[in-house]
Structure formats: C-alpha cells, structure tokens
C-alpha cells in the first residue's frame, strides 16, 4: 500500500511541530519556570550518562559549526538518521530555516538529495577527534570537502556526547542546550 505522503513531508510537517513546541518551551525558560537545578548525585549520574562514545559516527549526532553565544548568534547544525537528515540554519533561537534531505554514506562520503530545489551533490567527510579547552563538550570534528550548504566549500562541524540525540545535553551551555532541544524534538517527531 502506498503512502498518503512522502515521507520527507511527513517529517516536515512533524518538524513544524516541533518547532511551535520548542518555541512554546522557550518562553517558559525565559520566564524562569523551567529552571533546572541538578545535585551532586544527579550531575554525577548524568556525566556517566553520558560518557564519551567509543567512536563518534555520522548518524544520530547533532554537528554544529559554532558555539552560540547567547539567543541571537548565528549557526548552523546537520544531524544525519536511517537516510534522512535534517540541515537547521539557526538566524537566532527564534528564527530557524529548516531542510530535509535524504542521504546516504560510506565510511568516507555521503550523497545528498534535497526534495525542495532538486538538488543533488556529494562529499568527501572525515570525522577525527577534537579538544578545545574552551568547549570540553566538543570531542569530534566532521570535516566535508563540499559542504552543500556551504556552497560547495569545506566546512567543519562538531559535536560530542551531549549532542548525541538521545542524550539529556546538561553539560552543554543554555543557549547550546535550549537550540538542540529543538533539533531532538525534530528527529523524534520524524522517527515517529
């Protein structure tokens, strides 16, 4: 039987909704009625959470290519799962350009398809360690020849343990955290 719709605008629409949600969300924290405040037990029980990974692979990590500083900063995220991936453009927390795409990888290249203009590339990745003082958080560093969003020019992408998408992201910045709980809100709605 086929499918009332694509599945590409099936996870747009459920993105949309997620995105109503988190903005619903951060007004709340920007009241404060959301404040979390952790004990040593449970800062203890979440940096064994989420201890860092074996190995850091493209799928199911949200990578991003700059910290942002507060609400207002600029940035932009990838997050790569079962074939179809997410490119969130973030203008700030409060204006987000989101994109669908479908994909496939090898160990060292993924293929890129985009419903929306039709458009096709491909791209040499790697994804070595990283260490940054300044961000601990970061432990990876993804490295695309031709970033397709990028117009084609190399660009660096980084994540970590808390930007895995089934991790709580506790240790990372509020305004780090508050955007990719956005982005996991998005791949939960399209794995659903």
Same mark, same amino acid.
């Given at each position: 039987m086929r499918s009332l719709m694509p599945k590409w605008f099936a996870a747009m629409t459920a993105a949309s909704v997620a995105i109503v949600a988190y903005g619903t969300w951060q007004s709340l924290t920007a009241e404060g009625t959301d404040k979390i405040e952790n004990t040593a037990a449970e800062t203890a029980a979440v940096q064994e959470i989420n201890a860092p990974a074996k190995e850091v692979t493209l799928k199911d =990590? #949200?990578?991003? !290519?700059? %910290?942002?500083?507060?609400?207002?900063?600029?940035?932009?995220? =990838? #997050?790569?799962? !079962?074939? %179809?991936?997410?490119?969130?453009?973030?203008?700030s927390s409060f204006k987000v350009l989101i994109e669908i795409f479908e994909y496939s990888s090898t160990k060292d290249s993924v293929s890129f398809s985009f419903p929306h203009d039709n458009r096709s590339a491909k791209s040499k990745y790697t994804i070595t360690n990283y260490s940054n003082p300044k961000y601990p958080f970061l432990t990876a560093e993804l490295t695309m020849a031709s970033d397709p969003q990028a117009k084609g020019k190399k660009k660096s992408y980084y994540t970590g343990p808390d930007l895995h998408i089934e991790s709580n992201g506790y240790s990372l910045p509020d305004s780090l955290r508050n955007a990719t709980a956005s982005i996991r809100s998005q791949m939960a709605a399209q794995q659903h």
């Open positions: =990590y #949200i990578w991003i !290519d700059s %910290i942002p500083e507060d609400a207002y900063t600029p940035f932009n995220a =990838y #997050i790569f799962s !079962d074939g %179809i991936g997410i490119n969130n453009q973030f203008a």
